[in-house]
């Protein structure tokens, strides 16, 4: 008899946050803060951003007083909130020149997802023109029916899961080790062309 399917495929797991800008910290009168020195290229990211121009003082994300460009990830990470629109929030206190009044403002950042499986698969889902998208970024599968480096995984076949949020990935596989099916069969888009690759789940030793 075959080793049962493991329940716990996933490996790890990591949210990554994107800030929408780079920033140089620079001490004005007291303690240094993050000056905002360029911005992205993310036409929806900067839409959510209006107040986000180059010059820009952050003085405080989430409540807490922001040095330098790290600072301003580790205090988006310790609270982060996703809006309606998909991307993270957090509420910050800005000056847009030294001699401004503070203004209070939202930050939006945009954001992925990796999932590491145990077989040695790792996936990014990542929002693109306004859909999430699942990209394959390595695997151990066999390369003639395996997933590949590159693949967008669109669905699973057999649990009908389409993959359309930064979660429904570890959903299929959850229910896959759930059904004890020991092979995934995702519908993908390789080179532009649909297909299906197979990846094997991993099974108790």
Not at 103 to 122: C, F, H, K, P, Y
Not at 134 to 147: E, F, H, N, R, Y
Request: aromatic share 6%; glycine share 6%; net charge negative.
């Amino acid at each position: 008899r075959d080793p049962a399917v493991r329940a716990d495929q996933i490996a790890a797991t990591n949210w990554d946050y994107q800030l929408p800008f780079r920033t140089l910290s620079v001490r004005v009168g007291g303690d240094p803060n993050p000056v905002v020195v360029s911005l992205s290229n993310d036409a929806k990211v900067l839409g959510a951003n209006p107040w986000m121009v180059e010059g820009v003082t952050i003085y405080s994300v989430n409540g807490e007083g922001v040095a330098d460009q790290a600072a301003i990830m580790a205090a988006v990470a310790r609270n982060p909130t996703l809006g309606d629109d998909l991307l993270i929030t957090a509420p910050a206190q800005i000056r847009p020149d030294p001699t401004a009044p503070f203004e209070q403002v939202t930050l939006s950042l945009a954001w992925a997802r990796d999932i590491d499986l145990m077989n040695g698969t790792s996936v990014r889902a990542e929002l693109q023109d306004g859909a999430w998208v699942t990209t394959v970024v390595a695997t151990d599968d066999l390369p003639d029916i395996g997933l590949r480096t590159g693949d967008i995984i669109l669905s699973e076949h057999q649990s009908e899961i389409a993959l359309e949020t930064p979660l429904s990935f570890e959903d299929v596989i959850a229910f896959l080790a759930g059904a004890q099916l020991p092979q995934a069969h995702f519908n993908v888009m390789r080179d532009a062309k649909p297909m299906i690759a197979t990846s094997d789940l991993t099974r108790s030793e």
